[in-house]
């Protein structure tokens, strides 16, 4: 597949009052085309230094990037007119209105006028078109910076928090127009704080802790790298569920009991758990893998807290993200 973005050994380091401070610390990343590309961080990990080296607004120490093929930053000129982007908040002139805002844009451009409906349509401010900019809400305005951005149908559209301000409506809105999008031929990079819509939006993620990439790849695999080896075990009557409890206690398997069922621990294959039940007359009524989700494990590689029954350190994490790839 062709790759889209290619990030391979980016440093940067800031000069600051007690001493250099390294933003990036040779940072990879790589999106291969017509994917939607989560890229996350916590705050002052290095992600929005690495957007903003990409888009030429700061120049990296060492390292190597291309966008479409084409060095970065040497050839951005060429590629500008193919990329798409918000990085942080964007600020417009609230006496325009929407509509006045995007024609602008199309005519500094050199973009024709028709793609101002068509961003509007996309992302559903159409019937807002003519109010005036400074009478939007603040996720009113963050759809009007992501429709400033698609008014190039770039091959590139790198979105830095696109979310923010949205309502769950509107998120959900949000969602439906990165499916457009990829569907559509588009590479989306979006960076978000909301890692549950990342969870269900993107394809692949790249997780970025101190300026370092810690994990990548697509999002299932990511996250049975970090599966909990637990399993929830339920019965129809709390006598079996009692009965269980004893069983696992003589065999020596490790399990905790709450909200009316079991859950058992390290477990390879949970129907070795209904097996070692149905000996005894045991049957279970539900027998599920308890999975983690993508909040869970980037708290847990950027060191904030750990996925439960996991102990990896980020060191640990690079050798599973080097073992997928």
Not at 28 to 52: E, I, W, Y
Not at 221 to 247: I, M, N
Request: hydrophobic fraction near 40%; charged fraction near 20%; aromatic fraction near 4%.
């Amino acid at each position: 597949m062709t790759s889209v973005l290619e990030i391979n050994g980016l440093r940067k380091t800031y000069r600051a009052r007690g001493g250099p401070r390294r933003a990036l610390d040779g940072f990879d990343m790589h999106v291969d085309a017509g994917q939607v590309h989560g890229f996350l961080g916590p705050n002052g990990s290095g992600k929005t230094t690495t957007l903003r080296t990409l888009l030429g607004l700061i120049r990296a120490d060492a390292g190597e990037m291309r966008i479409l093929g084409q060095p970065i930053p040497d050839a951005l000129p060429q590629v500008v007119a193919h990329v798409g982007a918000i990085v942080e908040s964007p600020q417009f002139f609230g006496n325009f209105t929407a509509r006045d805002t995007l024609s602008l844009l199309c005519d500094a451009g050199n973009l024709p006028q028709t793609r101002v409906d068509w961003a509007f349509e996309l992302v559903g401010l159409r019937e807002r078109a003519q109010d005036k900019v400074k009478t939007y809400s603040l996720g009113m305005k963050q759809r009007l910076a992501v429709a400033s951005a698609l008014l190039k149908q770039p091959k590139l559209l790198i979105l830095d928090e696109p979310a923010n301000g949205l309502d769950p409506g509107g998120i959900r809105e949000m969602r439906e127009m990165m499916a457009t999008l990829s569907a559509g031929g588009m590479t989306v990079v979006l960076s978000s704080h909301i890692l549950s819509e990342i969870e269900i939006i993107c394809d692949n993620v790249t997780i970025i802790s101190l300026g370092r990439r810690v994990a990548s790849g697509p999002v299932s695999e990511v996250l049975a790298a970090y599966s909990t080896g637990q399993v929830k075990v339920a019965f129809e009557a709390q006598t079996d569920l009692t009965a269980a409890a004893q069983v696992f206690t003589g065999a020596g398997i490790a399990f905790q009991q709450t909200n009316g069922h079991l859950v058992v621990s390290g477990v390879d294959k949970p129907a070795t758990i209904s097996r070692l039940l149905a000996e005894r007359q045991l049957y279970v009524s539900e027998l599920t893998p308890v999975g983690v989700d993508l909040e869970s494990v980037f708290l847990e590689l950027t060191g904030t807290a750990p996925v439960p029954g996991q102990h990896r350190s980020v060191d640990d994490s690079v050798k599973v993200e080097g073992a997928q790839s």
